[in-house]
């Protein structure tokens, strides 16, 4: 059974930053995608960033020049440095893979920033 497990959220102050953790397990293929999306309470799900096994990625606007995504291939985690942080950023932070055509999902990890 795949698994992905988020660690890395918490509390701090606007002009801070974090960094989020994602580890995948139970996986034997390497995911041809993986990244980082959030929800706010009352929004949607959004985009925050992915990356292709190739190295490609996609950021959502929002966070275009704050944000900062990053993997290791060969054991499926992901990072996401989060600096210049807004209370705007605050959400559950949910870690996304992909074999295709199978996507998973973590739990997600709170990120809350004060103003």
């Known amino acids: 059974q795949v698994q992905l497990v988020e660690s890395g959220g918490g509390l701090v102050q606007a002009g801070g930053s974090l960094r989020l953790s994602c580890a995948a397990s139970?996986?034997?293929?390497?995911?041809?995608?993986m990244g980082w999306y959030r929800q706010a309470p009352g929004k949607q799900r959004e985009l925050v960033a992915t990356q292709t096994s190739g190295g490609s990625t996609n950021y959502g606007d929002s966070v275009l020049g704050r944000f900062t995504i990053s993997r290791v291939n060969f054991n499926n985690t992901v990072y996401l440095e989060m600096n210049s942080l807004k209370p705007e950023d605050t959400a559950v932070y949910y870690c996304?893979?992909?074999?295709?055509?199978?996507?998973?999902w973590g739990q997600g990890t709170q990120v809350t920033v004060s103003s």
């Open positions: 996304y893979g992909r074999t295709f055509p199978l996507e998973y």
């Open positions: 139970g996986s034997r293929f390497r995911f041809d995608a």
